[in-house]
Structures are given as C-alpha cells and as structure tokens.
C-alpha cells in the first residue's frame, strides 16, 4: 500500500513562513502530477499548486507570488514552500500524487494555522 504523509504544518504569524513536506512509502516507480490542495473549515477543497515530473507548476491565484512548489522526482517527494502567510491561508493541506497507472493517493493532511 502507497501511502503519503505530510509534515510541517503548525501554528504561524501572518507574514511568517511555513515548509511542507510530503514523503511517499512503499514501493512505486514514479509519480505524475502531484501537487497540494488545502480545505479551510466550511470551505471546499481547492487546488494550491501542482506540478508534473518536467514541466511548469501550477497555483491557485490566491496563492501565486507566496507559495513554491517543488519535487524530487528520485525520492517520489514534494513540498510547499509558503511565505507571506496570511490568515487566510489557514486550512488543513493535503498532499496528492498521481502515479503512471492515473491511480490518485492522497495524504491525511497537516492543518496550517496562521494567526494575526
């Protein structure tokens, strides 16, 4: 069983800055996409960042200019860098990966608290 776990989240000041991490067990040979989605309480899930093995990122444009989103392709890892942190940015963030067979894995997620 494929399994994601994310790291990082906890308690920050707005204008601070936060790193998340997202670390793949098991056994596979390579992800997709992956990327990040964040759910505040009451709110949908929405897209944050993506990006594919070689190409260009994606992000939400609530996001664009504070958040950067990178992967090491031979640890099958990705990871968020968020700065200018506003409250705003306060939900609990998943990690999802798409391997070559488009099977979804999705984290449990680590909840993101920014304070004013």
């Known amino acids: 069983q494929v399994q994601l776990v994310e790291s990082g989240g906890g308690l920050v000041q707005a204008g601070g800055s936060l790193r998340l991490s997202c670390a793949a067990s098991g056994s596979i040979f390579s992800f997709l996409t992956m990327g990040w989605y964040r759910q505040a309480p009451g709110k949908q899930r929405e897209l944050a960042a993506s990006v594919p093995p070689f190409g260009n990122a994606n992000y939400a444009d609530s996001v664009k200019g504070r958040f950067t989103i990178s992967r090491d392709n031979a640890k099958n890892a990705v990871y968020l860098q968020m700065k200018s942190l506003k409250p705003e940015d306060t939900a609990v963030y998943f990690c999802?990966?798409?391997?070559?067979?488009?099977?979804?894995?999705w984290g449990e997620g680590t909840l993101v608290t920014v304070s004013s």
């Open positions: 999802s990966a798409r391997n070559i067979d488009g099977v979804d894995y």
